[in-house]
C-alpha cells in the first residue's frame, strides 16, 4: 500500500514472504468479527475507552481556545502503545509465531510489548539503544519484570534508530519462529497501515467523545505529537476527511531546528528510504541518515511514517518542532496547571497547543493527545530542572 509517493517495502527479497504472510494476516484478522470481538475483549485490561476531558486551568492560562485533553497516559502500561502491542500480539498467534521481538526508544513500547506477551505467554525480546537503556532505566527493570529479555544496541547513536535495524537484522534470520512487533507506524508495508489502524481507536473514541460533550460538533484543531506517528495517525486518520478539523503534528526540535541536534524529520527532513519505507528522512546530501537528538527518547527518530509524509505533501496535515526546552515548558505547564505529569514525548504535543491556543477564539477547541505518562521521565527531568 502507498500513501502517495511515500510507503512500499524497500526490503532485501528475504522478508517479501513474511511481509505478505503478515499482510494476509492482518486482513483476515480485520475481516474476522472474532478478532475484533476478541480486541475489544481487552479493553477492561487496557482501559478503554480512555478518558477525554477538559482542560479548564490551561485553557484559562492561555486565554483562547478551549483546550481537551485525550488521555492515553491512563492506558495500562502508560501510553497508547498499548492498543497495537495486544493487537500485533494477537496477529501473531493467529499466524502461529511463537517468539515476539520489538524495538523500543522510550521504553514504553518495549514494556507494552512485554506485558502482551505475559498476558499471552509468548517468549519476548526487546531491542533497545544501549543510550536509551540508561536514560528510561526504569522501563528497562519493567520489561525485565514482565519477563522479557532486553538487548542493549551498542551500535550507532546507540538509540531508537540502531535499535530498529537491529530488530530488523534478527528477525531476517528468524522469520519462521518470531514475528516482529514493530511499535510505530513505520517500516515497510503493511506496517504503517497495520499500526494506523489499530491506534485509530483513539480518534475514533475522540471523535465520539468531544461530540456527546459538544452538541455532536467537530473540534477545530487536534495536536499530537510525533515520533514515528503511530499516536498522531491514530488520532488523526478518523478526521482525516473532515477537513474543517485542522490536525498539527508536534516533532523534537531538541536544540533547536537550526542546529544538528533534533529529530524534526517532517519540518527539516526530505524524502528518503529509512527502515525499509519511503518517507521523510534527516539525510544529508549523499543520503546518509543524521544522527538525531531529542530530550524524549520517543521522538529521537530520523525517520517518521509514511501517511504522515504524504499529508505533509497534501497539506492536510501541519507539522511544527518544539525545542528541548519548550517541551519541559509544556511538561511544567501540565503538571501545574491540570496535575498530570506527561511523558516528555506528549509534553512537546502541550507546548506546540499552548502556542496554537492562544491564537484561537474562545469558541473554537483545541484536543491534545496526551499520548503518555510522565513517571519515566521525573528523574531525568528533575536533574535538567533542580529548581523544580
Ligand atoms: C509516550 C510516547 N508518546 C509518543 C511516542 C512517539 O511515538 P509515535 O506515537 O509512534 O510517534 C512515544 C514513542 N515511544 C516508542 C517507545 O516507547 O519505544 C518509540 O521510542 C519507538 C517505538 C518509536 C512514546 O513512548
Known amino acids: 500500500a502507498r500513501f502517495g509517493e511515500f510507503g512500499g517495502q524497500y526490503v532485501p527479497e528475504a522478508l517479501h514472504a513474511c511481509l505478505r504472510q503478515l499482510e494476509r494476516g492482518f486482513e483476515d484478522a480485520t475481516a474476522d468479527p472474532a478478532f475484533w470481538e476478541e480486541f475489544k475483549s481487552l479493553y477492561s485490561y487496557i482501559g478503554r475507552p480512555s478518558s477525554f476531558h477538559k482542560a479548564d486551568r490551561l485553557t484559562e492560562y492561555c486565554g483562547g481556545g478551549q483546550i481537551w485533553l485525550k488521555r492515553e497516559d491512563l492506558n495500562h502500561t502508560g501510553s497508547h502503545k498499548i492498543n497495537n502491542a495486544l493487537a500485533q500480539v494477537l496477529i ?40 536509551d537503556t540508561r536514560r528510561q532505566a526504569l522501563n528497562v527493570f519493567r520489561m525485565r519484570i514482565l519477563g522479557a529479555k532486553v538487548i542493549p544496541v551498542t551500535n550507532g547513536t546507540q538509540t531508537l534508530r540502531d535499535a530498529t535495524s537491529e ?143 504524504a499529508w505533509k505533501a497534501s497539506g492536510r496535515a501541519d507539522f511544527m518542532a518544539a525545542t528541548d526546552a519548550e517541551a519541559l515548558e509544556g511538561f511544567k505547564l501540565l503538571s501545574q496547571l491540570e496535575g498530570i505529569i506527561p511523558a516528555l514525548e506528549s509534553s512537546h504535543a502541550v507546548y506546540g497547543a499552548v502556542q496554537i491556543a492562544k491564537t484561537m477564539k474562545k469558541d473554537e477547541h483545541l484536543i491534545i493527545n496526551i499520548s503518555g505518562r510522565g513517571d519515566k521521565d521525573v528523574q531525568s527531568v528533575a536533574e535538567i530542572l533542580p529548581k523544580l
Not at 178 to 189: C, E, K, L, Q, W
Not at 279 to 291: E, K
Request: glycine share 14%; charged share 15%.
Open 167 to 309: 530488530a530488523f537484522r534478527y528477525w531476517v534470520s528468524n522469520l519462521e519462529s518470531t514475528h516482529y512487533v514493530v511499535g510505530s507506524a513505520i517500516g515497510p508495508h503493511p506496517y504503517p497501515t497495520l499500526v494506523r489502524t489499530f491506534q485509530s481507536v483513539i480518534g475514533n473514541e475522540t471523535k465520539k467523545q468531544f461530540a456527546a460533550l459538544n452538541g455532536g460538533k467537530l473540534p477545530n484543531t487536534i495536536v499530537a505529537c510525533v515520533g514515528g506517528g503511530s499516536n498522531s495517525t491514530g488520532m488523526f486518520s478518523p478526521f482525516e476527511h473532515d477537513t474543517s478539523v485542522r490536525l498539527v503534528g508536534v516533532e523534537a526540535g531538541g536544540d533547536g531546528i537550526e542546529t544538528e541536534h533534533h529529530s524534526a524529520t517532517l519540518t527539516v527532513g526530505r524524502p528518503g528510504v529509512l527502515h525499509g519505507v519511503k518517507t521523510y528522512v534527516l539525510q544529508d546530501s549523499d543520503g546518509q541518515v543524521h544522527d538525531t537528538h531529542s530530550v524524549s527518547a520517543g521522538l529521537d527518530y530520523p525517520g517518521v511514517g509514511p501517511e504522515l509524509a
Open 92 to 131: 501473531a498467534k493467529r499466524l502461529g509465531k511463537k517468539k515476539i521481538i520489538a524495538e523500543t526508544g522510550a521504553g514504553q513500547h518495549g514494556v507494552a510489548t512485554a506485558t502482551a506477551c505475559a498476558k499471552f505467554g509468548l517468549e519476548c525480546t526487546v531491542f533497545m539503544g544501549a543510550e
